[in-house]
């Protein structure tokens, strides 16, 4: 039987009414609400303008009044047919947007006059910082856990909802903004800390700017690069853990008390179950893929040494050159001693993906300055003639971490990408020094192998499902940082057996442009599938009815009466809404688990555990995925039949990434785009050449 529960605590009202103070005077004391958001009263009061201004439960001076019930009033009246039913008295309580407001704001001033740090932001939700009991290692830093709080209501339950949260640990320099400020640019900082609060830098108060030896930044990764510090390895232990460790901890220490039920009345017994009504399961083959000569397998490591890919690459004439400097020669040949299969633990490319591996004598590119290498590269590569019957595959031996701190060394790789990609060259980049430094590289291999066969348009393992008659479009996002520009599309068209065709990329507000390369995939597909069924468009995030609004029109020119269904496909974070299995002890519930969250709103459990016992924790613990389904034509949203269908199709589509033999929690319709999104800023123009829109260059 099926143990999940939610991170989700419920409350009760401490009152049936409340009496809340508005103004139409703006006061930075107050709190600003939006015209729509405010009860009738208030307008009628002070006629209608933009934003109106509130104290909640505090009178103010000259503030108006407005008391309402928490819960709305019924009464009872007879239908059209004479009959009696209970119908909401409009106006009777106050709206679910002021009662959010007005719970975080209790609930932000709580923690504050604990003296704790607390975001100033408590529309959507209250962020609490507690001195951490963890230990620093370099000395540098102040840590914090960090906390949120969010005020729900009938997310999951009938009643007033907390979801409670653990964001990890942050860092604060102990050294000042005054200190630091030879080193690191003002604009580096986002977040400080000034007089035990918290402030974004281009907020601090005068006194604050008049004491800058006593304002303290938050670690950013602008603020490593500035400093040039390293980021450390991604931490992979078990996230499940720690964050319910840390929730039940928060839970037990500040809100399990009579002074926090004062104002928010806790009606739990603690964090809430799962009803096992929510909790359903893909089916049970979603998770066969198919290996050479049609066998199948789950795992795709198994499968492949046992069968081999699935689709050989159609190229028969290929050559593999290096790029690589001077002090990697060692680590170089030791790469292509294993691509040949002369070295232990793994078989050679051949045996591993039936592709032949050939290196032409001094055909390599040997580059001497490790400072300023491009120069070099750029003139070997633009001078080298390349034969247009081969295909070639770069092999990049990278000298620098793609995580190192200075910019520059990290913008080698994306002009190089670039640059290989016009002369119609796919290329795998390997980190020298983790090459170098790794006893166990030929754990590496399989997935740098599967990369290049898929590079070469082969395919390394497929979904063992019938071919419908339906086009699928993934698009994804990144927002890159060191550009501060968000690019979307890479509008990825795969049929249902996870087969790619072309993407392209566009910036977030090119609407039109991603609507017409949605449209001209429908049109190649319809063209040769003239019984098209419907159209699924997986999207990085609830899709707005202007986006949505070009694809149908679109579709009218195409003159295809078919459904648009829109999965809404988004990574919970740690400030979300996750389920635990409290039958196991590691807590991540079983794979193809999914739990409804709302109206065609799921959690989906993407991983591989697949049974309760043994787990290879090297797979990782990722959290779920969350999902909300619609379509043009809403009924077919409602038909469960149909919506088990899609579900499925997303847990099946994160079994087709090729960029490792691991799974991953996040369907490639989403993660390739992103994948490239990435990259685009770096590019000349922001173009992907080419040779680069239909195939998987960037694995």
Known sequence: MENLCFNILTFEPPQNDLTLYFSNIEDETLNRVYHTKVPDEVIERFEKQEHYYTSFDKEAPHSFPVTKLISPAYETRKNIDGEDRSYIVQNSAWSISILKRYFNAKIHEYFKNKEFLVKPNFIHDTEIWIPSQKFDSTGQFDLYDRYCIKVQFKTVTKQLELLVTFEGVSKVYKESVEVLQNLVSPTAYNWVIFENELYRFEEL????????????PVWNFRTRDALGETTGAPDKSNKYIKFKKGIDLFYAEHLDNKKFRAIIPITSNGFIRVPEIKIGKVRSNSNQLLFGNNKTGIVPMNGLKDYGPYGLSNTTKIHFFFIFHKRDQKITEKIDSFFQGKEKRFSGLYQFIRTTYHTEPNFSIR??????????????LTEKHFEPDIRYIAIYISPYSKNSADISRRRIYYQLKELLLKKGISSQVIDAEKAMNNANLHYSLP?????????????????????????????????????????IGSAFSFFNNGQFNRFECFRQDQTKELAGSIKRAVKEYASNNPDIKRLIIHFYKTMRRDELAPIEEG?????????????????????????????????????????????????????TRYNNGSYNFSEGFPFPIKLKIECTHRELAEDIKVVRELIDQVYQF?????????????????KYPEMVAEMLPHFDGNEIPEFGKDNLWFL
Do not use: C, H
């Open 555 to 607: 579709l009218r020119d195409l003159e295809l009466e078919i459904p648009v269904f829109i999965v809404s496909i988004n990574k919970t974070e740690s400030s979300d809404i996750v389920a635990f299995d409290l039958n196991w002890k590691e807590l991540m519930p079983l794979s193809g688990t999914f739990i409804n969250i709302g109206f065609n709103k799921f959690l989906l459990f993407n991983n």
């Open 205 to 216: 108060p005068d006194a604050g700017k008049r004491a800058y030896g006593q304002v303290f």
């Open 367 to 380: 580059f001497k300055d490790l400072d300023n290498p491009w120069p070099e590269i750029y003139a070997q």
């Open 654 to 670: 994160s079994r087709l990434y090729w960029k490792s033999v691991r799974q991953q929690n996040l369907p490639v319709t989403i």
């Open 447 to 487: 997935n740098i192998a599967i990369a290049i066969l898929a590079k070469l348009k082969g395919i390394p393992w497929r979904l063992d499902n019938t071919l419908e008659k339906e086009l699928v479009v993934g698009v994804g996002a990144f927002k890159n940082y060191d550009f501060d520009i968000k690019y």
